[in-house]
């Protein structure tokens, strides 16, 4: 189903459906086989669902250059949680520029431990698709000058990328309009840009034109915190913009209703500014390579009622590979003591007091963008005008980023904040750049829930796995009316996979995971089937043949398609995923 979310545009969240989640287009399945049947092929739903048993923490270390380095090992790092030093069970040093999503074994590692990932070798070019860059305009905030002046730098940018043929860019906004899917095509990419407008900057329009003057941070402080002193400062601004004179509790109430109307509308826009953003994550975790967010926006304020909303798109994030960084929209700016010309009847004597609210919100604008960035390794851009610069440094992603994983001892399913923290041991001169926290779970993740989330990061990757001895083979026919199949094999030899008894069976089962992208890289459908194996000692002694074949047959059109297969085992959870270029004439 949709991802949706209340005040959030239905267009823009009915096109980022999760792909994973589309029915498999397959042929009818098999009638189904007699129980004394030693194997049986049976189709299932393509659904996955991520859970939490392992915490990924990103890290960029950067040298005092600010260059990212990725010369460091796991015996480098040093993990706490909330203050309790944690055993680093997942070591992963991903090599971002180059072969996208490839994984390089550190330095001081020569020999692979436990939990360790190391580097397949790295490919040459298939003329497939291999890094994605989606620009996320947070009109819901901007404004219209910083809007303009954004879009034309995002223009510039998109233009200098175009050397790479290889590169898919979309636009998207978290208003939900205009749009544009992954394309190369910059005519299509440009006018996305020109159609992105101010209309839906409601919030921004309501804070100045209300009696009296009601920023988000300042209406939560006094609607949801009872903030005396806040409503006292938008009370007396109420006297001298309603010329009450000195009815003052006419004035508190002018001051309650704007806060009360602040608060809704502010928490109205947060939740859409994170749903554009989980439903963009989604979207890209079907594409096949390095992919990156690049979300321009003057910050907006994440309270605590929407932190664990916050944490869990980072985890999303982490786990589809997705690297978000920010440009602060704002650029320079500085804060007007006495207001701006746009707010003449302002009461002086308040000024002071609401100037510490408008810098505590502008701070938590800030941190937003800060804790989003670091959390998936994303760089932050802020503090300066120059957008060309900003977008040349977000849209490009560290060289190296370190991923941690690590099972909380004694963790407690209470949906509490842990802090984190991660140092280096023994190296010095050098930044990191590392997720501040995360929420524990309410529920525990089952192993089904494992196995689904490994076949999915498998799926939706580029990265070649062979632990498992399984070949793709594709062929594909046309009929005499025109129409087109395209027929995927997934070839498993069984002689080297572990069984368990049973009775007198032996058993294992085999998912086998199918599926195609277009030329630039969009899912288009996928189809998943499951191999139970219940072998007799007879048959499982002899293990003789070529072993299983698994079909999976898609209707498709002319053009170019990569097929995709992952196959992965109940018993041992080894895995296999390979990729296929096929071209249909």
Do not use: W
């Not at 993990?79 to 971002?96: A, V, Y």
């Not at 020999?111 to 040459?124: C, E, I, Y």
């Not at 992105?196 to 006094?222: R, V, W």
């Not at 806040?230 to 009450?244: E, G, P, R, T, V």
């Amino acid at each position: 189903m949709p991802i949706a979310a209340k005040g959030f545009n239905s267009k823009l969240v009915s096109f980022l459906i999760f792909p994973a989640l589309l029915c498999a287009q397959a042929p009818d399945p098999p009638k189904p086989a007699p129980t004394s049947a030693e194997v049986t092929t049976k189709d299932a739903p393509l659904a996955f669902k991520s859970g939490i048993n392992l915490v990924p923490v990103t890290v960029v270390v950067r040298d005092a250059r600010g260059k990212a380095i990725g010369t460091l090992g796991r015996d480098d790092f040093q993990l706490s949680d909330n203050g309790k030093p944690q055993m680093i069970s997942r070591f992963t040093l991903e090599k971002l520029s180059g072969a996208a999503g490839a994984t390089t074994p550190s330095t001081h590692e020569s020999t692979p431990t436990a939990g360790t990932t190391t580097a397949p070798a790295a490919t040459p070019t298939d003329g497939i698709p291999d890094r994605f860059v989606a620009y996320l305009f947070d009109d819901m905030h901007m404004t219209p000058q910083d809007l303009n002046d954004t879009k034309k730098a995002a223009g510039r940018q998109i233009d200098s990328s175009s050397a790479n043929p290889l590169e898919r860019t979309a636009i998207y906004a978290i208003s939900g309009e205009p749009q544009q899917e992954f394309t190369g095509d910059r005519d299509k990419l440009h006018a996305a840009l020109a159609a992105l407008g101010t209309s839906h900057n409601t919030f921004a329009k309501m804070q100045h034109n209300t009696c009296p003057e009601m920023t988000y941070y300042m209406g939560n402080q006094i609607y949801a915190q009872n903030d005396s002193k806040a409503l006292s400062i938008a009370a007396n601004d109420a006297l001298i913009c309603a010329h009450l004179d000195k009815e003052y509790d006419t004035a508190v109430r002018m001051a309650q209703a704007a806060a009360r109307d602040a608060d809704l509308l502010g928490d109205k826009n947060s939740e859409s500014s994170l749903e554009a953003l989980r439903n963009v994550v989604a979207r890209m975790a079907s594409m096949p390579g390095q992919r990156t967010i690049v979300l321009v926006s003057p910050g907006f304020l994440v309270l605590d009622n929407r932190r664990d909303e916050e944490m869990a798109l980072i985890e999303r994030a982490i786990k589809a590979n997705v690297v978000i960084a920010a440009l602060d929209a704002r650029g320079l700016y500085a804060l007007t003591p006495g207001g701006d010309a746009s707010q003449p009847d302002v009461n002086s004597k308040s000024v002071l007091g609401r100037l510490s609210y408008t810098t505590t919100e502008n701070m938590m604008q800030s941190d937003a963008l800060a804790i989003i960035s670091s959390g998936t390794g994303g760089a932050l851009y802020e503090g300066t005008n120059d957008y060309d610069e900003g977008f040349a440094r977000t849209a490009a992603t560290p060289e190296y980023l370190y991923v941690l994983g690590f099972s909380p001892l004694d963790l407690k399913l209470d949906g509490k904040y842990h802090n984190l923290k991660v140092t280096l041991k023994g190296v010095t001169g050098m930044t990191l750049q590392v997720r501040k926290g995360y929420y524990a779970p309410t529920h525990a993740t089952n192993p089904a829930d494992q196995a689904k989330e490994a076949i999915e990061e498998a799926f939706f990757s580029r990265d070649e796995i062979r632990d498992l001895p399984a070949v793709l083979q594709t062929q594909y026919f046309k009929a005499d009316n025109g129409d087109v199949r395209l027929s995927a094999t997934a070839e498993v030899d069984i002689k080297k996979l572990g069984f368990h008894k049973e009775g007198d069976r032996n058993r294992n089962d085999i998912t086998v995971v199918t599926g195609l992208f277009d030329g630039d890289g969009n899912y288009v459908s996928g189809a998943q089937k499951i191999v139970e194996m219940r072998l007799l000692d007879d048959t499982l002694a002899k293990r003789t043949g070529p072993g299983i074949a698994v079909k999976s047959s898609f209707a498709v059109h002319s053009g170019r398609y990569v097929v995709r297969m992952v196959v992965r085992d109940s018993e041992g959870q080894l895995m296999s995923a390979q990729s296929k270029l096929v071209e249909i004439p």
